[in-house]
């Protein structure tokens, strides 16, 4: 048989995916809240593509203190790195909106455009992953950096310092889970 080929659908996914076949149960109130929510992460993703273009080439938002301004405005003005990746191992990496390392001081940025409640702990682990892949080689080490985190939501950031011993104790559980994960994959 000779199959329609659909070149333009290669690599797009539809609303109602197969793949994603829990919308067979919703009702219209549930589809309604999924189809809003599938529209908040694009736009999600394309500001954070804006932003990573903005803070490159150094172009400040301009006239408010709304959160992308502010997000785009402070990376900007602390020299920081847009989407870099993290990496420990191929069961534990992920990339960071905005970050910045210098002289003892790690700065984490992290841009919430959604209405979802944000969490600290992800840029904490963010942190972890920073000085797991840094430490020997550059000898980066919780006990000797101070590490300011900030989350940009809702015209509101919030921002806290981490502990040392926080972070060495996310670091700890990272490599921990890592060797189950590996054992898992010697299982498989």
Known sequence: MNFNRHSE???KHAFLSPSKMSWLRYNKDDLRSAYFNALAAARGTKLHSMAKDLITEGIKVRGNKQTFAAYVN???GYGMT???PLYFSQNCFGTTDAIH???GLL???DLKTGAGQAHMEQLE???ALFMLEYERA???RPDTTKTILRIYQNDDVIEEEIEPEKIKAIMD???ERDEWVDELRMES
């Open 9 to 11: 659908l290669e690599g």
């Open 74 to 76: 402070d990376a900007i």
């Open 82 to 84: 847009p989407e870099q």
């Open 101 to 103: 390392y210098k002289d």
């Open 107 to 109: 700065r984490i940025h």
């Open 125 to 127: 682990i963010y942190a």
């Open 138 to 140: 550059l000898s980066i």
């Open 173 to 175: 559980i990272i490599r």
